[in-house]
Nanobody
């Protein structure tokens, strides 16, 4: 059973930066694609981006391209979401998720989820 534990998040001013971390245990981390998702109050969950098992392939939602970067360190069993130039529309609960095989932007295809972490952007 894979367990996914998130850390990071918090309050940041518009234009600021935050880094979220997501550590996985209980499985062969390098065999899992990892995705980041977010859900704001009253809105559906949406994909933020994803990264392939080797880290060479990434996907980003258009609204975060050029601002957010997903990376992974397979030796540390950890994936990161670096968020720069945060905007008022970015606040949400952010989740990371894991699935075997190729990454996808469909959250329903991920098997293991982190507990979620709140990101707040406010001056």
């Amino acid at each position: 059973q894979v367990q996914v534990v998130q850390s990071g998040g918090g309050l940041v001013q518009p234009g600021g930066s935050l880094r979220l971390s997501c550590a996985a245990s209980g499985g062969t981390f390098s065999g899992y694609a990892m995705g980041w998702f977010r859900q704001a109050p009253g809105k559906e969950r949406e994909v933020v981006g994803a990264i392939g098992w080797a880290g060479g392939s990434t996907y980003y939602q258009d609204s975060v391209k050029g601002r957010f970067t997903i990376s992974r360190d397979n030796a540390k069993h950890t994936v990161y979401l670096q968020m720069n130039s945060l905007k008022p529309e970015d606040p949400a609960v952010y989740y990371c998720a894991a699935r075997r095989g190729l990454f996808t932007d469909n959250g329903d295809e991920y098997d293991y989820w982190g507990q979620g972490t709140q990101v707040t952007v406010s001056s």
